[in-house]
């Protein structure tokens, strides 16, 4: 018995052991799956780098965030290793497609585009990099079929082929992508007809427009719409073409005569269709019975023929703005006055009743919703011109004769802050934006901020609550998204305020949020900037030159820690946006930027570990 008890026991020694060897592991493999450096590692040992562009690649530093300065490499954080788009153009690289891209396990953005690369396209492309936005590998030597598994990159808004060496047929579950936009797979050796999918888009996806001829040409095999020529034409060209040269001089005139009507000619139609910017619109035709549905009677009864009306039909000269969730146009009516008219990209089954929620949401610091109309797969909404248009036009160039002062931005943060806190703490239902940049700010005629496209997020995923909101691979704007979203893939409040920090920095700065502008080299976003700045010291020398030593520089710099309490990496630490409005609000008490308003329903004292932070973060 003693001996048995002694087995046992030594076995169950043995089973806590694996236990504890496994976990181990585990907890190695988590810690490696948390850093991108194996994965460049192994990229750069897979390329032949001739010109030695991928020298600054050196992996001798391990500390976290260490590979944010390599060439061609962006990451989400620059004080982790977690690469968020890689763009290698024009590097004069060769070989096979790289390898170790698997161990990207956040990458969004590839462009190998202008290389030398050969060989076919990894069938299992999309589980490598699973979150795929932007593929470009035009302009290099690829050979063999389009994977028919890029279907399964269910994130992919751009997928750029064109100039390679590629043949077969087009994978039709490609134009099935709910995302694409961007196509192009011209100039390669394609052959068969271009697949319905491509052509007549689904209704249910958000970009029902068709791709333009361009996406298509320069593939002599390629046949149908929308290059205008039937499959069974390109065969018939076939036995004609033999024909005529068995017959030899006696038809070479009614020969070129027919090859000049059956190639030229289509030529012509294809630049045709390929200029019709408003064919969807055309398709529709604006009945005449159609009535926008208002949610107020600002204005006298409108129909979708008229809207067709003001903006000429939707046409291209009347884009007033792009983003992710649509396309905005002007539209001008009769009697002079202006509307903005979105066209969204996409929408859910319960479109109505979400958008009568939203549209009975009121605040001074959102953009009117007026109302909406839903014809075929389309989906409209109404909101007001906005005549100033967005900040970022505003700050960074866009309005030529507009300069931003100080105390114009001060009071577009506040009323930002104002728009924004309410959404997320007063309004019902309660609402992260998840998009918050200097474009989706907009400002009226006298200057006053207002907030677009608040709930579209919650119209997209109906399911979104005031906590948080599975983001789907639609991570808003470069640069002011938060650093969280690529581990958890969750949109949070505290995401927003990230976002609403990027802002702040922007108006502080001066700078744009993803397109930095100093004497020193630097590589890198506004936010990571702003850090590197911060860790030497040196967070004043980032201040708007424009707008120091006015006499208000103790406040700037009073601004420019609240950004940066607002993009630190921990979301725990970030303040809420009622304390941001507070914070801002305290700011502007020196001149005389009152709130009455707002503090009605904002009162409340700041933290004291919310003033510990704000201390410790910039300065």
């Known amino acids: 018995m003693d001996w048995e008890r002694r087995a046992l026991s030594l076995m169950d020694w043995e089973r806590r052991a694996l236990s504890l060897c496994f976990t181990a592991l585990w907890v190695v493999s988590q810690v490696s799956a948390e850093d991108d450096s194996q994965c460049l590692k192994d990229f750069k040992a897979s390329v032949h780098d001739p010109d030695n562009r991928l020298s600054s690649w050196n992996f001798g530093n391990s500390s976290q965030g260490s590979v944010c300065s390599f060439t061609g490499v962006s990451c989400w954080n620059p004080q982790e290793n977690k ?25 969004q953005n590839l462009d190998l585009s202008g290389n030398a690369f050969s060989g076919s396209i990894p069938s299992d492309i999309c589980k490598q990099v699973p979150y795929l936005q932007s593929l470009d590998l035009s302009q290099n030597s690829f050979s063999g079929n389009i994977p028919f598994a890029l279907q399964d990159c269910q994130y992919l808004q751009s997928l750029k082929l064109q100039n390679n060496r590629l043949s077969g047929e087009i994978p ?39 791709f333009p001829a361009s996406a298509f040409i320069g593939n002599p ?37 027919f090859m000049w009507f059956l190639l030229i000619r289509p030529r012509k139609e294809n630049t045709t269709l390929f200029k019709d910017e408003q064919q969807w619109a055309r398709s529709i035709r604006a009945p005449k019975s159609i009535v926008v549905s208002l949610f107020e009677q600002p204005l006298k009864k409108l129909k979708l023929s008229d809207l067709m009306a003001a903006t000429n039909g939707f046409s ?86 507009i300069k931003l002062d100080w105390v114009a931005r001060l009071k577009i943060a506040i009323g930002a802050s104002r728009g924004l806190a309410w959404l997320h703490h007063t309004c ?24 677009t496209d608040f709930g579209l997020a919650r119209l997209i995923n109906p399911v979104d609550t005031h906590i948080s909101t599975v983001v789907s691979g639609d991570f808003g704007d470069l640069g002011y998204v ?36 100093t004497d020193d080299p630097f590589k890198g976003n506004l936010s990571e900037w702003i850090t590197f700045l911060r860790s030497h010291g040196r967070a004043e020398e980032a201040l708007d030159s424009s707008l120091k030593g006015q006499g208000f520089d103790n406040e700037l710099k009073q601004f420019l820690r609240v950004g940066c309490a607002c993009v630190v990496g921990n979301p725990k630490e970030r303040p809420t946006m009622y304390e941001v409005y507070q914070l801002l609000v305290a700011i502007g008490e020196k001149f005389n930027i009152s709130d009455d308003e707002g503090a009605a329903y904002m009162d409340f004292t700041i933290p004291s570990e919310t003033d510990e932070l704000i201390s410790r973060n910039c300065y």
């Open 482 to 517: 938060p650093p969280e979203y690529s581990r958890t893939l969750t949109a949070t409040v505290k995401g927003d305020v990230y976002s609403f920090g990027v802002v702040l920095l922007e108006l502080a700065t001066g700078q744009k949020a993803n397109d930095v502008s």
């Open 221 to 257: 095999d390629l046949c149908g719409p929308p290059l205008g020529d039937s499959c069974s034409s390109k065969s018939n060209t076939g036995m004609i073409i033999g024909i005529i040269v068995a017959v030899a001089a006696v038809l070479a005139v009614i020969g070129a005569g």
């Open 316 to 401: 291209k000269a009347n884009i007033i703005g792009e983003g992710s969730t649509g396309t905005m146009y002007k539209a001008v009516l009769p009697d002079g006055s202006m509307l903005a008219v979105k066209l969204l990209s996409r929408s859910n089954r319960d479109f109505q009743a979400e958008i009568e929620t939203l549209g009975k949401l009121r605040h001074r610091n959102l953009v009117p919703l007026l109302g909406y109309c839903s014809v075929a797969s389309k989906k409209l909404l109404i909101y007001k011109h906005m005549v100033s248009g967005s900040l970022r036009e505003c700050l960074h160039g866009g309005h030529d004769d």
């Open 83 to 107: 690469i968020m788009s890689l763009k290698l153009q024009n590097y004069g690289l060769s070989g096979t497609f790289p390898s170790g891209l698997i161990r990207c396990a956040a990458l």
């Open 428 to 451: 019902n239902p309660r609402i992260i934006h998840r998009n918050i940049s200097s474009n989706t700010i907009l400002l009226d005629e006298e200057y006053e901020p207002r907030i």
């Open 172 to 210: 039709g579950g490609i134009g099935n992508l709910p995302k694409l936009t961007i196509l192009d797979v011209s100039s390669n050796s394609l052959s068969g007809q271009i697949p319905s999918t491509f052509v007549n888009r689904p209704s249910d996806l958000g970009n029902g427009s068709p």
